[in-house]
């Protein structure tokens, strides 16, 4: 088997494993790490050989970016406390106390490469909370902070990680210089991020067709990403400032075609790109313990030490952070997202898995340092970040069910329905004022009237049941029935059809260009 065979299996079972671990109600990525390790422990796998620098631009653009589209700038302004506790104070405490424990443990380890531990260890993995907490019914707000979390930890994780290499490779270290270039990478990702997000916008608005808009969109997180690294910013936060940058401007609500294309495709992006980051993961597995030369088991007790660090230290984080959220929240902070219980604690602590991230700076370690001796203490360094990575995403990720189950945590759905509802309300009383408009400047029948005024109370009652009282819900019901039968028949109509110019596209003469015109007439006429 070649690299290439191996990358098509991987794709593979990115696909496989997702209605997998709906029926066994695990996460797909988890799922997809196991069979990593399985397909590494078959002799005829040939190990992964992609360059370490490659490993986060390829990687992180398409699913900070996938993951960006199902959030907002409101979310991240209304959580700014909680995320700032988790993002940044969280992966700063994390690094020093597992810089600590690994110069402690580990004979001859020097602080500088310590700190690079602790600062690839310390972020969870954005794709794997998002995944998995996403796929468990959690609260809203959870998911909130924890999607939060996962996408600006890596911003403050990966310059802790720079500095640290830095002074690991040339012997020096500043405080000033280090807080100085977190600052300078931070203003110029925002201002690449806007910079790229406005031209962005401007572009999608010539392009026009949805196809060429979605395209764009692809290139979009790749460019950010390299562009900021280009000029020593934070590739990551520029990539989620273009991303928001994007998400806010997208506002022609009767893009219909753009909208459904693009979400599907970045549907099929993070589905595809997730499973074989994490299929590359248990890949690793073999290479990483070919490093340990006899060592495995005293490697394995550091490892394991550095896990109950990573592990304690979230806990203990948590627990005071969470009550200082809670005593900072006021009334006016209604949009605010904080756990409300200590159950919610007790899983947020619990979903903070390594992964994709802490790979890849793991693996990008330089082999030696500026007057050419080995950079002290390099296996070991990466023994001990696999060993954080596959307990906390294997071990956390498996049980999370279980311990959401034991501990009752689930969406409040009646918040949920009565926003529903809400909303119901305010797409039908849109729907009704446009009427209204349009009946004083146009003549229409009275038959026509009627019915379209039942379309637009149907708008809401369709969304909602419950916003009808029971005689005319029996009635808007009677009339879904209808309509669900005569839409019924329009399918079966425009299959027809479609089957009839499919068919043409076989016969002599036929020229296909305009067979598939056609036919992509029918398909956006039944998509409507």
Not at 124 to 137: F, M, R
Not at 211 to 225: A, D, I, K, M
Not at 230 to 236: I, K, Y
Not at 327 to 333: C, G, I, K, M, V
């Amino acid at each position: 088997m070649d690299q290439l065979a191996l990358l098509l299996v991987l794709l593979l079972g990115a696909v496989l494993t997702v209605p997998l671990g709906e029926r066994l109600g695990l996460p797909a990525p988890v799922l997809m790490t196991l069979a990593g390790v399985v397909l590494a422990l078959l002799p005829f796998v040939p190990n992964v050989e992609i360059p370490p620098d490659f490993i986060l631009p390829l990687v992180l653009p398409p699913l900070l970016y996938a993951a960006v589209q199902r959030t907002s700038w409101r979310q991240f302004a209304a959580n700014v406390r909680p995320i700032l506790l988790l993002a940044v104070a969280l992966v700063f405490v994390t690094t020093a106390a597992v810089a600590a424990v690994a110069h402690t443990v580990v004979p001859g380890l020097p602080i500088a490469a310590a700190v690079a531990l602790g600062a690839l260890v310390a972020p969870p993995d954005p794709v794997a909370a998002t995944a998995v907490a996403g796929s468990l019914g959690l609260p809203r707000r959870l998911v909130s902070i924890l999607e939060g979390e996962g996408l600006f930890n890596d911003v403050t994780a990966i310059v802790l990680y720079h500095v640290a290499i830095g002074a690991a490779v040339g012997g020096t270290f500043s405080y000033g210089e280090a807080a100085g270039e977190l600052v300078l990478s931070a203003v110029v990702a925002v201002a690449v991020g806007i910079a790229l997000g406005w031209l962005s916008n401007k572009l999608m608005a010539l392009l026009g067709d949805p196809t060429l808009q979605v395209g764009l969109t692809l290139l979009v997180p790749f460019v950010s990403y390299v562009l900021a690294e280009e000029l020593h910013g934070s590739g990551v936060l520029a990539v989620l400032v273009t991303a928001l940058f994007l998400a806010e401007r997208a506002t022609d609500a009767d893009d219909v075609m753009g909208r459904l294309a693009g979400r599907t495709f970045w549907e099929i992006v993070d589905t595809l790109v997730t499973g074989v980051a994490f299929g590359l993961i248990g890949l690793e597995l073999h290479n990483v313990f070919g490093t340990a030369d006899g060592r495995e088991l005293r490697m394995l007790g550091w490892g394991a030490a550095v896990v109950a660090c990573v592990v304690g230290v979230r806990l203990l984080w948590l627990l005071p952070a969470t009550w200082l959220a809670k005593r900072l929240h006021t009334r006016r902070d209604y949009d605010e997202e904080i756990p409300m219980s200590w159950r919610e604690t007790v899983v947020m602590w619990w979903s903070g898995m390594r992964g994709v991230a802490s790979v890849a700076l793991a693996l990008a370690i330089p082999l030696r340092t500026e007057d050419g001796a080995p950079f002290p203490g390099r296996d070991e360094i990466v023994f001990i970040a696999f060993c954080v990575i596959m307990a906390t995403l294997v071990v956390q990720g498996l049980t999370l069910p279980w311990l959401v189950r034991k501990l009752g945590v689930r969406a409040d759905t009646d918040a949920e329905r009565e926003l529903e509802r809400k909303l119901a309300l305010r797409a039908a009383a849109a729907a009704k004022r446009r009427l209204k408009e349009i009946e004083e400047v146009e003549d229409l029948p009275e038959e026509l009237q009627e019915r379209l005024q039942r379309v637009a109370f149907d708008v809401g009652a369709r969304i909602s049941p419950d916003l009808v009282d029971e005689e005319r819900r029996s009635a808007t019901a009677k009339r879904a029935e209808r309509y669900r039968a005569m839409q019924r028949i329009q399918r079966e109509l425009m299959s027809a059809a479609r089957h009839e110019v499919l068919a043409a596209r076989s016969e002599p003469g036929a020229d296909p260009e305009v067979v598939d015109r056609v036919l992509r007439h029918l398909d956006v006429r039944s998509l409507r």
